[in-house]
């Protein structure tokens, strides 16, 4: 099998992880850091907004099963693209909107996107659209947050509804 990966920060990465990992054909959904300056950064680290890091979701996933163009839908649909570094109540550079592609294919893609989606905002939209850098897998206890802790998701939870609509039954919703 064939896989793809793409980088996506929108906001707290825990939310933006659970999210992915709902959608069939997504392998993997990791939570890290990208797009700064300081090599393998601790979270304590990216929150002092030294290290220019986002807090992303690395998606591996199967594109005969889910295309590169319906994650952006997905990705659209979760966060207010439009917010400046914060989405909610997070406040901060660490959150804000970014796709980090891994192909001028993928690149051409996310930016014809961000044109189409622009028209369901009456704001502009701030996402930082670039070919990926190095990512940092975040700590241990960032990853599946929601499922190690017993929590039920709070930030980022796009409707089961909504993935529907999309096109993508949920996989584990």
Known sequence: MATETTIFGAGCFWGVEWVFAQVPGVIGAESG??????????????????????????????????????????????????????????????????????????QSAAEASRERAQAGFSRPIATQIRRAGEFYSAEDYHQRY????????????????????????PSRA
């Open 33 to 106: 850091y990208s797009g700064g300056i300081t090599p393998d950064p601790t979270y304590r680290e990216v929150c002092s907004h030294t290290t220019g890091h986002a807090e992303v979701v690395r998606v591996t996933f199967d594109p005969s099963v889910v295309s590169f163009d319906q994650l952006l839908e997905v990705f659209w649909a979760m966060h207010d693209p439009t917010q400046v570094d914060r989405q909610g109540p997070d406040v901060g550079d660490q959150y804000r909107s970014a796709i980090f592609t891994s192909s001028d294919e993928q």
């Open 146 to 169: 929601y499922e190690k802790n017993g929590h039920e998701p709070y930030c980022h939870v796009l409707p089961v509804g909504r993935l529907k609509e999309l096109g993508l039954v």
